[in-house]
């Protein structure tokens, strides 16, 4: 079964900072992975999808890595402004031609300015 | 108008109440989704159906009932719950991953309270 976890599950970080946040997964079995963004009470807005053969994909300051042999994906933030400040969220889906995207319980960003 | 888009953005119903919510997606996707997402839980898949087909019904209380009409429209159709119901009730669509990345897009959320 697989499980997603994502460490630190908040983050206080001044302006201007380089970031990691970090997503596990324990079934390397993936077809693809997501990065969202969620703000307090609205909906998730995807950032990034990295295919299960893709290594990294990068929009603007953000790039994803994909290492799917040690289950871990990473998104870098550079430059962080208050603005990035938000629930960051992973999820992956699995290849077995189900359509269950299985999500980690997301990383709280604050960037302070 | 474009994305996913779901009404009523809130709601309060008492525990014997009937009331729907509404999913509308206008990016010509097959697949749609009903997640649930509670305080300090991951999001918790409810239902999936693909081409008004339900492929995916994660155990969930028949008190909630799915309908999808059609590909772009999706209903969530809420009987007698609980306070433990209350959430942000969350929707989503997606191409089908076999002919495309399967890229998940959301709409905005159904915040819910049960009283």
């Known amino acids: 079964k697989q499980e997603v976890t994502q460490i630190p599950a908040a983050l206080s970080v001044p302006e201007g900072e380089n970031l990691v946040l970090n997503c596990s997964f324990t079934?390397?079995?993936?077809?693809?992975l997501q990065w969202f963004r969620q703000d307090p009470g609205k909906g998730l807005t995807s950032l990034l999808l990295?295919?299960?053969?893709?290594r990294e994909q990068t929009s603007g300051r953000l790039n994803a890595s994909l290492d799917k042999s040690s289950g871990r994906s990473t998104l870098y933030i550079a430059a962080s402004q208050p603005g990035d400040s938000a629930t960051y969220l992973c999820?992956?889906?699995?290849?077995?031609?189900?359509?269950?995207?299985?999500f980690g319980t997301g990383t709280r960003l604050k960037v302070l300015a | 108008e474009t994305g996913v888009t779901q009404t009523p953005r809130h709601l309060v119903m008492g525990m014997t109440n009937k009331k729907s919510l509404k999913c509308e997606q206008h990016l010509g996707h097959n697949a749609m989704y009903w997640y649930k997402q509670s305080a300090k839980k991951p999001l918790e898949l409810m239902f999936v159906y693909n081409f008004k087909e339900q492929t995916e019904n994660n155990s969930v209380p028949s008190r909630f009932s799915p309908e999808c009409p059609n590909s772009s429209h999706l209903f969530l159709h809420l009987h007698t719950l609980q306070p433990e119901d209350s959430a942000l009730y969350l929707c989503a669509s997606s191409p089908w991953p076999g002919f495309d990345t399967g890229e998940l897009f959301f709409g905005e959320g159904s915040r819910l309270t049960v009283l």
């Open positions: 079934d390397s079995a993936i077809y693809n």
């Open positions: 999820a992956v889906k699995g290849t077995s031609g189900t359509y269950k995207y299985i």
């Open positions: 990295i295919q299960s053969s893709q």
